[in-house]
Nanobody, 117 residues
Framework: QVQLVESGGGLVQAGGSLRLSCAAS????????MGWYRQAPGKQRELVAY???????NYVDSAKGRFTISRDTPKNTLYLQMNSLKPEDTAVYYC???????????WGQGTQVTVSS
């Protein structure tokens, strides 16, 4: 059974930092592209960043220079270091795992990030 469990969300003041984690189980982590998405109230879910099994990364423009995605393959864990947070970063952040060899994708339950001004 695949499980993606996010943690690390919370309330932070603008300019602050948070580190999100996503612990994965039941998947072949080493051949999976992992990503962070977010969904603000009344808005569609959007990609924030992703990292492939080979370590290639990509970020949405609003995250470049402030967020860093990384993965610890032996620990089956994905991270998102978020610095210089802004109120517009407020959203539920979701972890997504996509197998690179099959049309399979999985989502976590999300973790709330709230940035106060």
């Amino acid at each position: 059974q695949v499980q993606l469990v996010e943690s690390g969300g919370g309330l932070v003041q603008a300019g602050g930092s948070l580190r999100l984690s996503c612990a994965a189980s039941g998947i072949f982590f080493s051949i999976t592209t992992m990503g962070w998405y977010r969904q603000a109230p009344g808005k569609q879910r959007e990609l924030v960043a992703y990292i492939t099994s080979h370590g290639s990364t990509n970020y949405v423009d609003s995250a470049k220079g402030r967020f860093t995605i990384s993965r610890d393959t032996p620990k089956n864990t994905l991270y998102l270091q978020m610095n210089s947070l802004k109120p517009e970063d407020t959203a539920v952040y979701y972890c997504k795992a996509r197998r690179e060899d099959l049309e399979l994708a999985y989502w976590g339950q999300g973790t709330q990030v709230t940035v106060s001004s």
